[in-house]
């Protein structure tokens, strides 16, 4: 079993020339600003500070590579969607990090992380069609459950899932490819306070890397 007791900041990424080619398996966690991204890492891999978390949206601009056992790596992409930025800065991370997905031949699967408050927004949809596109495996995570009510959470959770099963319609209509190795056991819940979904999504994210 990977342990992530193990684990550290092994790489900074400005640039795609800068990407690791060592072979190692990698899992990459992805959701627009301030979804709670690094504190989820944190809360997964046990180890408090490892992802830099801030109040401040769109502060994180590089991709950062987590050297787990030395095995591994968990990939935080930056945070996409912050509206405070300039245009060009937002189209910069935009090439970074449809760049990293489209040239990480080990990546094994991709973390989508929402904000259980709030629907899926155009951006949301556009990076899980994307990766529906391409079939890259991922599975989608409902953030800060608890931050709302016991049936507000199960109401957002089964409104996601049935809004991925139109898209996953929609895209066989048009006779896109299925991402068949996207998880099939709908959203998770996650609570980085509680651990609500921690073990769960770490069983995912393990037999991701193993596999």
């Not at 996207?182 to 651990?195: D, E, K, L, W, Y």
Request: aromatic share 6%.
């Amino acid at each position: 079993m990977m342990d992530f007791g193990q684990i550290r900041l092994a790489r900074v990424v400005r640039a795609l020339r800068d990407l690791p080619r060592d072979g190692r398996p990698q899992v990459c966690f992805a959701g627009r600003s301030n979804v709670g991204k690094s504190s989820l890492i944190n809360a997964l891999t046990g180890r408090k500070g490892l992802a830099r978390t801030s109040k401040t949206p769109g502060r994180t601009r590089e991709i950062h590579f987590f050297l787990a056992d030395d095995r591994a790596y968990l990939v935080d992409l930056p945070g996409y969607g912050y509206a405070k930025v300039s245009q060009e800065e937002r189209r910069r991370w935009g090439r970074l990090i449809e760049g990293y997905l489209e040239h990480a031949d080990m990546l094994r699967l991709v973390v989508v992380i929402l904000d259980i408050r709030r629907d899926p927004n155009e951006d949301d949809w556009d990076l899980i069609g994307w990766l529906r596109m391409r079939a890259i495996p991922f599975v989608v995570v409902l953030a800060k459950s608890d931050k709302v009510s016991g049936n507000v959470r199960a109401v957002q959770q089964r409104r996601i899932m049935e809004a991925l099963a139109r898209q996953t319609g929609a895209n066989r209509a048009a006779g896109a490819p299925t991402n068949t190795r996207a998880s099939s056991i709908g959203p998770i819940r996650f609570s980085a306070r509680t651990g609500e979904g921690k073990n769960e999504l770490l069983r995912i994210v393990l037999d991701a890397l193993a596999g």
